[in-house]
């Protein structure tokens, strides 16, 4: 399967392409009518430079996807407000009018904010929870130090399932997983060589090995590996060095999840498996408007009919 470079996000009613720099985001309306924006990031820290460094350009990677995907999701949502928060964005728009660069910055103070927010709250729940809950357990073991760190890394994978699994069971977030389906299915389209119509979209597999799903589980299995090795005495440091270690285990899965996208070897198909059964919770099929939404998010930003006639060049070459 020929690599296509571009990724994608499900956002509210909506699925974001994303091209290199360039990024497009199609959100199905409620008068059902199509809306496409396409946008340069010209905040992005990833460029040509660091993209030849791994490890860093994972972490620096991992940055751009979470701030873009807050943005885009914010820009979605803005389609279904209600008759309150229609007032609100209408004061908002008074305000940019008025002064435009500081109502820019208070948008990007707020969400800011909310990103640091989310990222505080997950560190709290993915990696504090599950090492302060093991040390109640280490009253039962004290001496296997090992037994306690795969506890911890058993309890980390356990509530990470565990909430996708709760909130998978929201009816919005159920919409979101079947626009992560279209996303996904678009992708391996055109990827397979196949025109990027509906019918032939419909027609391919939900899973895809470059999800953001597979990068967390591949998050959660490394740092189960890496802190079996922290060796201290000292609670505080245990959790310092666990928080530093965050950089590097993010990069190293960012590494991993390239490397899935690019190859078919044996190996690494089967280091890609969790996180295609992990795929399960996160993706569900689209239906068909959902799908016409994907279609357009990748043709604002891709080439595809140029890509899928190189993909068919190289299958006739290789037979």
């Not at 999800?211 to 590996?225: A, D, H, L, Y």
Request: charged share 25%; glycine share 6%; hydrophobic share 45%.
């Amino acid at each position: 399967m020929k690599y296509s470079g571009i990724g994608g996000q499900a956002v509210m009613e909506g699925v974001m392409m994303r091209n290199g720099k360039n990024y497009a985001v199609a959100v199905r309306k409620p008068d059902h009518e199509i809306e496409v924006k396409v946008e340069n990031n010209k905040a992005s820290l990833f460029n040509e430079k660091w993209n030849r460094v791994p490890m860093v350009r994972g972490v620096l990677s991992f940055i751009d996807s979470l701030v873009l995907g807050m943005s885009t999701l914010m820009y979605s949502a803005s389609f279904f407000e209600d008759e309150e928060e229609s007032k609100a964005e209408q004061k908002k728009e008074q305000r940019k009018e008025k002064d435009p660069k500081k109502a820019e910055r208070a948008e990007k103070a707020m969400m800011g904010g909310t990103l640091v927010f989310s990222i505080v709250l997950a560190v709290v729940i993915f990696m504090l929870l599950p090492y302060y809950l093991s040390q109640v357990f280490q009253h039962f073991v004290t001496d296997n130090a090992n037994l306690v760190a795969v506890f911890e890394g058993v309890l980390r994978l356990v509530i990470f399932v565990a909430y996708i699994a709760l909130i998978s069971r929201m009816e919005d977030i159920q919409r979101v997983f079947m626009y992560h389906g279209a996303e996904h299915k678009c992708i391996n389209c055109i990827e397979h060589g196949m025109d990027l119509t509906v019918e032939n979209v419909r027609k391919c597999s939900k899973e895809h090995k470059r999800c953001g799903t597979s990068f967390m589980v591949f998050v959660v299995v490394i740092s189960i590996i890496f802190y079996l090795f922290i060796r201290v005495d000292s609670h505080v440091l245990r959790v310092v060095i666990r928080l530093l270690l965050i950089p590097v285990i993010a990069g190293l899965s960012y590494e991993l999840l390239r490397l899935a996208g690019r190859t078919e070897n044996k190996l690494v198909q089967i280091l890609s498996k969790p996180g295609l059964w992990m795929q399960r919770l996160t993706v569900r099929e689209p239906d068909d408007e959902m799908i016409e939404v994907g279609i357009a998010s990748v043709e604002a930003v891709f080439d595809w009919e140029s890509f899928v006639e190189e993909v068919r060049a190289t299958e006739k070459s290789t037979v």
